[in-house]
């Protein structure tokens, strides 16, 4: 349309009917631009100067004038109760004539008693002019008000004959009443004024069309009329458009008309003006969208009262004239609208933390602003509106965090997080004291759960929401996620990092728990936890791998008998009551454990006797014999006095052995994959200075096994190369610091 930007009087548009309608709120979509966002902070919103209580909570606005507004609510003994509120001095008016309300946008109140009665009454001080009309005897029976604009009154009237219906208007000039026919064609089905000023209005109209296939056809179209006058409205400027309904809703203003259409099952918002033509398909949780008005060059739109699932539905503003911008909320919620002469608007409504009636002009650069003028004093429920917190989590990759976000429907409150290991019920708490931006709180968790890296598994998060003013209850919100990190031999804990036993001279056996990511070239323990006591009766203990078949590393023990017993992990850093898997396990010099090294995927033993000869015994998963028979791989190994399975330190596939003499040179025994090892490779000197080398599983999170060296002059975590001639880089760490004599095994 070709209108000229004139004056900002018209701002607002006139909806037939108080906009009652109650559907599933949810995303909004539109051809050609993003997606409607999540709950945003208000633009624009201000608490106003009115009494906060002078608005019934049930109260929904109707319509309003210079003077004063419309409002109806359900009484306690569920009656319909219509009230005149005057903006003078906040008297309140009951009107006696009529249950249902209309929107007039002036001083005149428009009721009805829900048939064929309307009443019509001026409210402005010192008026007396009041009027009733029964349609049905001033048209005929079946006559329908569709259309109220001051005191004129649209009503169509069905003609008598195939559900045809002309459009009149019935109005009173000097005491006279006055009935004009507003339409001139005669296959016209159906009629709705969407919107209006004093003197235009916008008309939707359906008609039918005996086109040359000698088959009817329904014809939709929008009309743009004046309120005066005898002109039919097809002399307007008229508009084919997509079907609407009795629901359509729309807006004019001096630069726009917007009106509502359904194509094909979708609901669409389109906006018409100079230079400006926008069509907003809603998506389906918008299929109940209305036009609540535009303000300067932005349109108002939403789905009036709450979604399916109760929560609230947002009423949004959008640029029409930038065509990239995306919708925000200017209300959390809206139920109803009034629209006011100066071409303001009146909504009900809620922000986070304020009920009430919101007046909405144009504010700071033409955007719109919304300012309480009556309250209800109720106090809004804190809410967690939207939460961000994954549902797989991988802690592997060393430093690795999982972001989370909460959003409230307030800002000022705080926060308090529990996540929760399902298995042990071991608790990382919280608190988030302030919002990191607008009512969005964030939390980062580095993994570490009562100060060791987190275990597998299931856990559980909430979070208690407080507001900070003390105003209103808490709100909760809760959820799971599942940890996955790889499985570690050497890990008791099931948190994938390396675990060392050591056993002190009175038999008590601890546990230490490393932080499986170096930091600045230092391997830094979680702490140490006290397994048990008695182990002094063995001679030899050994950390085995997973031999017993579950994903939770193993030890198995020699006692002085030459008995060997098997401990089965848990997987809580505890095990499970000693089994004996054999006898005559004292004529082994050295035990070592937890490399595959015929690559079946299970970890095998070795063990040389007095005469030098090396034992292999492989695992076979079972957790009462965890080994087959052994198997001879040769002599000569009397040589060293330290054996050490590593696991595939060298890049093969099978795993390795390091071996050290008598004049503390390590040799490194490559798998060969079939169970055995290729020619030795010496690999360092002064390895003597060690009393204990622990093949110690992947202890630095690079998918490399280490070594865990110690003495009585330090310990040390020689990180896996991956060279065959090379494999070892030495790492500090404060693991036994300054307990070099206190332990006499470790494993």
Not at 161 to 184: A, F, H, I
């Amino acid at each position: 349309m070709a209108t000229r930007r004139t004056t900002r009087r018209r701002l607002g548009a006139s909806v037939a009917a108080v906009l009652a309608v109650t559907v599933g709120a949810g995303v909004l979509a539109s051809p050609g631009a993003a997606a409607a966002p999540a709950p945003a902070p208000m633009t624009g919103v201000t608490a106003g100067t009115a009494d906060e209580a002078d608005l019934a909570v049930g109260s929904e606005v109707v319509s309003t004038g210079d003077t004063g507004f419309l409002t109806s609510r359900t009484d306690d003994s569920g009656n319909r109760v219509l009230e005149w509120h005057k903006y003078a001095d906040g008297s309140v008016l009951p009107i006696s004539a009529g249950v249902v309300g209309y929107d007039s946008s002036s001083d005149v109140v428009v009721t009805s008693d829900g048939g064929s009665t309307v009443f019509l009454r001026d409210m402005k001080d010192g008026a007396t002019w009041s009027a009733s009309y029964d349609l049905a005897a001033e048209f005929k029976p079946g006559a329908k008000l569709v259309g109220v604009v001051g005191d004129n009154l649209f009503v169509k009237v069905p003609t008598g004959s195939g559900g045809y219906q002309e459009l009149w208007q019935l109005t009173q000039v000097d005491g006279v009443v006055k009935k004009t026919k507003r339409s001139s064609n005669s296959y016209s089905m159906d009629f709705k004024v969407i919107a209006s000023t004093s003197d235009v209005m916008l008309v939707l109209s359906s008609n039918r069309v005996f086109p040359s296939s000698s088959t009817f056809r329904t014809e939709y179209w929008k009309t743009r009329t004046t309120v005066g006058g005898d002109a039919a409205i097809e002399s307007g400027s008229r508009k084919a458009i997509a079907p609407w309904t009795q629901a359509s809703t729309g807006a004019y203003t001096a630069d726009y008309e917007a009106w509502v259409e359904y194509r094909a099952g979708v609901t669409e918002l389109l906006v018409d003006g100079t230079f400006v033509h926008r069509m907003y398909a809603m998506d389906s949780s918008m299929s109940g969208a209305v036009i609540v008005g535009v303000t300067r060059d932005t349109l108002l739109y939403g789905v009036p009262g709450k979604a399916a699932d109760g929560t609230p539905s947002p009423l949004y503003a959008r640029s029409v004239t930038d065509p990239t911008a995306a919708p925000y909320i200017l209300l959390e919620r809206f139920s109803s609208v009034a629209h006011a002469p100066d071409g303001g608007l009146l909504v009900r409504g809620a922000t986070a933390s304020t009920d009430g009636l919101f007046r909405i002009w144009e504010g700071t650069g033409g955007l719109p602003s919304a300012t309480l003028v009556p309250g209800t004093g109720r106090v809004l429920p804190l809410k967690a509106t939207e939460s961000k917190v994954p549902t797989a989590v991988s802690l592997e990759t060393a430093g690795a965090t999982v972001p989370m976000e909460w959003t409230l429907s307030r800002a000022n409150a705080t926060v308090d997080l529990t996540l929760t290991h399902t298995a042990t019920g071991r608790k990382l708490t919280a608190h988030l004291d302030r919002p990191v931006s607008g009512s969005r709180f964030a939390f980062v968790w580095d993994g570490v759960l009562e100060g060791g890296s987190a275990p597998n598994g299931a856990y559980t998060w909430q979070i208690t929401a407080t507001p900070a003013d003390g105003v209103g209850g808490t709100a909760t919100a809760q959820g799971s996620f599942q940890v996955s990190r790889q499985a570690n031999p050497h890990d008791f804990t099931d948190n994938g990092s390396t675990d060392v036993l050591a056993r002190d001279a009175s038999g008590v056996l601890w546990r230490d728990d490393l932080f499986d990511w170096p930091s600045d070239s230092k391997m830094a323990t979680a702490g140490r936890t006290r397994i048990g006591t008695g182990w002094q009766v063995y001679n030899q203990i050994e950390a085995v791998g997973n031999v017993a078949g579950s994903p939770t590393g193993d030890v198995v023990a020699r006692d002085t008998s030459g008995a060997l017993w098997m401990y089965q992990g848990r997987g809580d850093g505890a095990f499970a009551a000693r089994v004996k898997v054999g006898a005559g396990w004292q004529i082994y010099q050295k035990l070592t454990g937890g490399s595959d090294l015929d690559g079946d995927g299970r970890p095998d033993l070795l063990a040389t006797d007095a005469s030098g000869v090396l034992w292999l015994y492989r695992g076979t998963g079972g957790s009462t014999a965890p080994f087959a028979a052994r198997v001879r791989l040769g002599g000569g190994w009397q040589i060293y006095n330290q054996i050490t399975a590593v696991g595939d330190i060298a890049g093969t596939a099978a795993g390795d052995l390091v071996a050290r003499d008598t004049s503390g040179v390590l040799w490194m025994y490559q798998g060969n994959g079939a169970g055995n090892f290729t020619a030795r490779v010496r690999i360092g000197s002064g390895w003597k200075a060690f009393s204990h080398l622990v093949g110690a599983g992947d202890v630095t999170a690079d998918g490399r096994p280490d070594l865990v060296a110690h003495g009585p002059n330090g310990t040390y975590v020689y990180r896996s190369t991956g060279s065959t001639t090379a494999p070892f880089s030495r790492l500090t760490t404060d693991l036994f610091a300054g307990e070099g004599a206190t332990f006499d095994d470790i494993a």
